[in-house]
Structure formats: structure tokens, C-alpha cells
């Protein structure tokens, strides 16, 4: 389908006509030699606008076609330029018929191998012929060989020949060819020689870090010379390429530490609780707080009295106790005269928290609604009414909480549960539910996807993070071992040992193509199963298709004791907490990743018994799942899971929906340069203080016009 050109959002700030003058992000890629309208609007799809635009898409790995190599010292794997004469050529039937053509160079032979060949090529390649020639050397039936390489008569060629930097490979772009963005590239560089680009980071900056400037990297890693390393630079990790990555990551540290700063001049309540609520609360509780959440509660209650909003993430592994963290602040701002709503995930977790807030706050004189899909009709809209009115302090959903209807008297604090599995846009959006009187709420979000330090510190730039470290006391390890499918019928004798000692069980079941359908299907055929091979056994089900009465209804009899057996979808995933519970199967957990793997485990190990959890894995697995599992075996931290998680998936998986655009960067890549990240944090302190000018330029460079994520 053709688009009308006008409808094009082309960036207004753009010169299309070459002025010498201007700087190469306003200089429009139509100023190149050869860039017509239709290049254009094809490199404008890939976000290729300015001049600037093209000199940061970056290669994605090297050719050395800068010297000749003998053919004796090539080696299988390389990739190289040699030069030789026709020794013989012949058309052979090898299950197919084939072209091969032998070379030699004095130092040794090579066999030229072509599938697919017009009379003309074979009319050319005949004994005695010089040839040049590049590819991949493989060994092959008759020794090295390079199947259809690149290749030109060498009496054709010129004195030179060879390129005089190593060959770039840009990312492959549809309809653009590597020889035209080659010569495109080469005139930007010509222009970045005319001091038309600037480099926003200071020299000192530069000094200390140790990195090349601006004009140097980019023109090194548009055309290494001959003799650059070609490993270090398609590894990314060459002086260059790091100094480019490290100002990307600087930029988007800014832009996070700006919206921040943003988001903490906005007025706020400071909340100011007398504390009587809170040690009422402390008191009626089984437990005593551990140190950990003793240090991140008062974390939090120091950022809730100051009067700039708070923005803190807890993080906890799963099982830490951040719940009642959430509930001890939660009572502190209602003490002090203020609402408090608190979002969860699921309806099944959600329900949960309304049970556990309802029985710590209840013998409080505290009112809490619950706003699920569940409450409708009259009981949904006098709950409406007693949260507009004030009445109810306390209001517990799912994302049911940022819909129209519901609004809020005084809210002051947001608590979102399990916040990687909501957007930024998200919680933003119930942050404006609690605007009131111009002020905006405090926000408190939950995880227990641990993630590395350092990635941390640069996807969570905007907010506090806090660390519950510790887990309760008394918990003992899960034990966690893999089997395979075939040894499916020691798992029901394990299930009746743990039933016979009065433990409870979930058997999760597996997830097929994403399909909500097959998924149901498969947990009814295990729960049918599993009722006729354990007779004896009290078993219920649950997935997603069941209403959430329903769902209720048998979560409730789980938690009670009234069943023994809880055959359950990933729909638990999330926060179910049954104390009782000691054995998890787990199948098809090859197919699970890393993070969901540990979720899922941490439903059991909740009390001072030892649990096991079984993991199911059907024997073709690959190799990365095997890892996996291993990994799983091996540790119950939430934080060495998250780290081996990292390596394994990347950077953009463990973050879940949250921040998108650190998937999006054009040159790092968070897992690689993760070593880059404490320096990048001191150096935005530096530019935020010392050279505030440097720093919109820049966020324009890297982050451009498109919205600044995480914006408010
Ligand atoms: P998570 O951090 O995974 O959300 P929860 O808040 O669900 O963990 O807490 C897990 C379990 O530990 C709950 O049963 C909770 O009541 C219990 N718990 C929380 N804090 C303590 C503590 N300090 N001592 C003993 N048990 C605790
Ligand atoms: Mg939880």
C-alpha cells in the first residue's frame, strides 16, 4: 500500500538542502550524493534521517579484505582474500550437480565449490585464469574449500586491489545494499572531518575514562585500518565501539535521572504517622520483622515524611516478607490522615493481599475494599462510593484500579505488587488517579525479580531501590532435582509420601503454543489423571478460564486444608503463599525460562519444612534449557538465578515490559558492558553539575525524538 507522501512525519528540524554550516544532526541524508526520495523514505524507515543518523548505525561485524592471504596459511573458519591460478575446472554430479574449480598459489590449493553457476561463469573460470577472491575457507571432501565466493579475474583488477580498511557489514536493511550504505557512510565521514559534529563529552571526562573522542571512534569503527583486531571488534568491545556505548548508556542514565528529578520537585504529602497504628500492628503479628524489612521500612517511612514524592523499589527474592513491609507503610499513611491503593497482577494475588490486609487491618478498625472484575452491580459501586468518599482507607485490584470509575478522596501512597509485570504507563497512571489538591501520591513498587546491581542502577536510574536481603528465619532450602518424563511414576509415590504427612502440593502444569485453550485442556487431562492415580487424595484445579469465584473458591479450600493437591496452570506464578505446601512438580520445564522456573518454586519453602520441587523435563531438550535446569539445582538465590538469567536471555527478557528502551539501544548492550555502568553513573553526577548544557544534545543524539520512556 502506498502512503501519501504528505502523511509522513518527517522531522521538522532537518535541512534538506546542503548548508555547510549547519551540524550534521540537521543536515537531512537527501544532502548525500545518490540519496534520492525513495532511498530516503527507506532509510527514514530504518530511523535514518541527518547525517548524524547514519554515522551511528554502526556495523555489525568486519571483513579483513585489507591484504592477500597465501593460500598455506589459511585455516578452516577464516575468512580472507586469496589469490591463485586455475589449476582445473570441471562440472561434477555429487548428489547434485556442481561446479569445482581448483586454485593454487604456490603456497598450497584451494577448492572453489558452486552450486549454482551460468555458462558464462563457467566459460570464465578455465585453467590458468588468476583469480581474487573472498570467503569462507571450510574444510571440506577435498580439503579447504569456499563455496561460492566472492570473486574477480585478477589481471582485471588494478595495482591496489585490496581495501585499505577492513570492510564494514552494516545490519542487514532491506532494500538497502551493503555497497550503497558503504558509500553512503563514506561521504558522512568525509563530512565529520569538516568538525560538524560535536562531542558533548568533555575532555577531561574523556581523559579520565581513558576512551578515544567522538570523531576518532566513529571514523574507527566505520573503516578499522588494516591490522585492527576483527575478534575484539565484532565482540564489540574494542576502545571504540566502548566509548560510543558508554555515551549511549550515558544518555540514557540522563534521561532517567532528569525524570526523576522531574518527578521529585512535583509536590507531594509528607506523611507524618503518630506510629501507634503500626505497633498495634507489629503486635498482633506471629512474626517479628526481620532486619531486612526493618531497614527497608524505615527506608521507605524516611522518604513518605519528606515532602517530595517518594519512588522506591523493594526488591526481594521470593518469599522475603514484602507484603507486610507494604502493609506496615500502608498503615503508617492511613494513620496519618491519607488513602492507600495497592496494585497486583493477577486476580488470584490480588484476592490473596485483600484476605492478608483484611486480617491485619481489620483488628485495626480499618476498612479494605477489594476492586476485582469480580465485585459488580451494587456491592462494585457502594464500594465506588466509600472510596471516593474517603471512608475506606485501604483499596486492593488488579488493574481494575486505574479505570474511569474509580476515584479517590486522598491518596497519598501506591504500592504496585509485582511491578515488572505492569508498563511504566501503567503505574503512571494510577500515580495520577491520586493527584489531589495539585499534590501527587507516593509510589512504592514490589519486585521479587531480582536483578544484577549494576543493571539496577541503569534500568531503575528513576527510582530508590531497596533490598530486602534476608529471607524469614527457620526456611529451609528447597531441595530441587530434574527428571525426565519417563520417570513420571515416582513423582505420584513422592506426592502420597508428603500427603501422608499432612504437606500440601501443587503439580504445575505445562504451557502449550500460548494457547489459552490447549493449555485448559492439558490441565484437566493431568488433573484426570492424577484423580484416578491417587484416589485417596483431596485434588482441585485451577487456570485462567475459571471465574474468579471459582478461582477463589478453590485457592481458599487450598489454603484451608480442604485439599491436598493443587494441579494449577502458571496462573499461580505469582505470590500464592501456602506455608503448608511442600512439593512442587513442574512440567515441561524445559520450556519455562529461567525467572518463572524460581517464581514458581518460591510458592514452596514458605514454612520451616523441608520442600522439594520436581522439575519435568521431556529428554530432547536443548542445550540452553539443560543450562537451565542445572542452574535451578544448583541455587535457590534469586539473585545468582537473575544473574545466569541475564546471561543466558539478555537484558531485555529479565526486565520484563519495564523499559523498553534500554532494548532498543543502537550500540550497547547491557550484558556486555555491564562493566561500563558505575562509571557511567559517576559521569552523569559530573554532567548533571558540571556541564548541564552538554546534556539535551545529547539525549537528542541518542534517544532522539523518540518519547523519553518511563516519561511521566
Ligand atoms: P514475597 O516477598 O514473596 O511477596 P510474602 O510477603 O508473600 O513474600 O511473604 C511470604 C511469607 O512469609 C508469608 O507467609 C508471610 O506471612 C511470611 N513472613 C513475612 N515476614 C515474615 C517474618 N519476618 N517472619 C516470619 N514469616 C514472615
Ligand atoms: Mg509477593
Redesign the pocket.
Known amino acids: 500500500m502506498s502512503r501519501p507522501i504528505a502523511a509522513t512525519s518527517r522531522r521538522p528540524d532537518i535541512a534538506r538542502a546542503a548548508v555547510p554550516e549547519l551540524p550534521l544532526d540537521q543536515r537531512s541524508v537527501t544532502t548525500l550524493k545518490g540519496v534520492g526520495e525513495a532511498l530516503a523514505e527507506k532509510l527514514r524507515k530504518l530511523g535514518i534521517e541527518s547525517v548524524q543518523d547514519l554515522l551511528f548505525l554502526l556495523p555489525t561485524r568486519y571483513e579483513n579484505r585489507t591484504e592477500i592471504i597465501s593460500i598455506g596459511a589459511l585455516r578452516p573458519g577464516d575468512r580472507a582474500v586469496v589469490e591463485g591460478e586455475i589449476q582445473l575446472a570441471e562440472v561434477v554430479f555429487r548428489r547434485r550437480r556442481q561446479l569445482l574449480v581448483r586454485i593454487a598459489d604456490g603456497s598450497g590449493f584451494l577448492t572453489l565449490r558452486f552450486f549454482y553457476f551460468t555458462a558464462a561463469q563457467q566459460a570464465q573460470l578455465t585453467k590458468g585464469t588468476r583469480l581474487r577472491l573472498y570467503g569462507e575457507a571450510k574444510r571440506g571432501t577435498l580439503g579447504l574449500e569456499i563455496a561460492h565466493p566472492e570473486y574477480r579475474r585478477a589481471d582485471s583488477f588494478d595495482a591496489q586491489g585490496t581495501e585499505d580498511s577492513l570492510t564494514p557489514v552494516y545490519p542487514t536493511t532491506e532494500g538497502v545494499q551493503q555497497g550503497r550504505l558503504r558509500i553512503l557512510t563514506a561521504q558522512a565521514l568525509e563530512q565529520l572531518n569538516q568538525g560538524r559534529l560535536l562531542d558533548w563529552l568533555p575532555p577531561p571526562i574523556l581523559q579520565e575514562l581513558a576512551l578515544p573522542g567522538l570523531i576518532d571512534a566513529l571514523h574507527y569503527v566505520h573503516r578499522p585500518p588494516p591490522g585492527a583486531d576483527v575478534d575484539e571488534l565484532s565482540a564489540g568491545v574494542h576502545p571504540a565501539q566502548r566509548r560510543l556505548a558508554f555515551e549511549e548508556l550515558l544518555a540514557h542514565q540522563l534521561s532517567l535521572r532528569i525524570l526523576r528529578r522531574q518527578v521529585q520537585s512535583d509536590p507531594c504529602w509528607p506523611v507524618r504517622p503518630a506510629g501507634v497504628l503500626l505497633s498495634q500492628l507489629r503486635q498482633a503479628l506471629p512474626?517479628?520483622?526481620?532486619s531486612a524489612?526493618e531497614r527497608v521500612l524505615s527506608e521507605i517511612s524516611v522518604d513518605l515524611e519528606s515532602s517530595s514524592p517518594m519512588l522506591r523499589l523493594v526488591q526481594?527474592d521470593?518469599?522475603?516478607?514484602?507484603?507486610?513491609v507494604a502493609a506496615a507503610a500502608a498503615v503508617n499513611a492511613i494513620e496519618a490522615g491519607f488513602q492507600v491503593a495497592l496494585m497486583a497482577p493477577t486476580e488470584l494475588l490480588a484476592e490473596q493481599h485483600g484476605q492478608n490486609f483484611e486480617r491485619w487491618l481489620r483488628p485495626l478498625q480499618l476498612p479494605v475494599a477489594l476492586l476485582t472484575a469480580r465485585l459488580t452491580g451494587k456491592a462494585r459501586q457502594s464500594a465506588l462510593n466509600a472510596i471516593a468518599s474517603g471512608e475506606v482507607p485501604m483499596t486492593i485490584g488488579t488493574h481494575a484500579l486505574f479505570q474511569a470509575g474509580v476515584k479517590f478522596d486522598r491518596l497519598a501512597l501506591v504500592i504496585v505488587d509485582e511491578q515488572h509485570r505492569f508498563g511504566v504507563d501503567q503505574r503512571m497512571a494510577l500515580r495520577n488517579k491520586g493527584i489531589f489538591s495539585g499534590r501527587f501520591p507516593h509510589q512504592l513498587v514490589m519486585t521479587?525479580t531480582p536483578i544484577p546491581r549494576t543493571l539496577a542502577m541503569t534500568a531503575y536510574a528513576d527510582l530508590d531501590v531497596s533490598v530486602i536481603d534476608e529471607l524469614?528465619?527457620g526456611r529451609t532450602p528447597v531441595k530441587t532435582v530434574a527428571l525426565p518424563e519417563s520417570r513420571r511414576h515416582e513423582i505420584v509415590f513422592r506426592i502420597e509420601t508428603a500427603i501422608a504427612e499432612g504437606r500440601q502440593a501443587y503439580w504445575v502444569c505445562p504451557l502449550i503454543e500460548e494457547s489459552e485453550e490447549l493449555d485448559y485442556q492439558a490441565a484437566e487431562a493431568t488433573f484426570g489423571t492424577l484423580v484416578s492415580a491417587l484416589p485417596s487424595v483431596r485434588i482441585g484445579l485451577l487456570h485462567g478460564r475459571l471465574k474468579s469465584a471459582e478461582k477463589e473458591r478453590v485457592m481458599a479450600a487450598f489454603k484451608r486444608h480442604e485439599l491436598d493437591l493443587l494441579v494449577a496452570t502458571t496462573v499461580i506464578e505469582v505470590?500464592v503463599?501456602v506455608?503448608n505446601a511442600t512439593l512442587m512438580v513442574i512440567e515441561n520445564s524445559e520450556r519455562m525460562g529461567l525467572a518463572q522456573l524460581h517464581q514458581l518454586r518460591?510458592r514452596v519453602g514458605?514454612g520451616a519444612a523441608e520442600s522439594m520441587c520436581l522439575l519435568l523435563y521431556k529428554s530432547n531438550m536443548s542445550a540452553i534449557a539443560r543450562e537451565r535446569l542445572q542452574v535451578m539445582r544448583e541455587t535457590n538465590d534469586g539473585f545468582k538465578v537473575a544473574r545466569r538469567d541475564l546471561e543466558l536471555r539478555g537484558p531485555g527478557e529479565v526486565l520484563g515490559t519495564r523499559q523498553t528502551g534500554l532494548m532498543t539501544m543502537k550500540v550497547a548492550e547491557l550484558s556486555r558492558d555491564a562493566d561500563l555502568l558505575p562509571r557511567v553513573q559517576s559521569t552523569a553526577e559530573v554532567m548533571l553539575n558540571q556541564h548541564p548544557d552538554n546534556i539535551a544534545p545529547l539525549l537528542r543524539r541518542w534517544i532522539g525524538s523518540k518519547e523519553i520512556y518511563g516519561k511521566v
Open positions: 512474626f517479628a520483622f526481620t524489612q526481594g521470593v518469599g522475603s516478607g514484602k507484603t507486610i521479587a524469614p528465619p505470590g503463599d506455608p518460591g514458605r
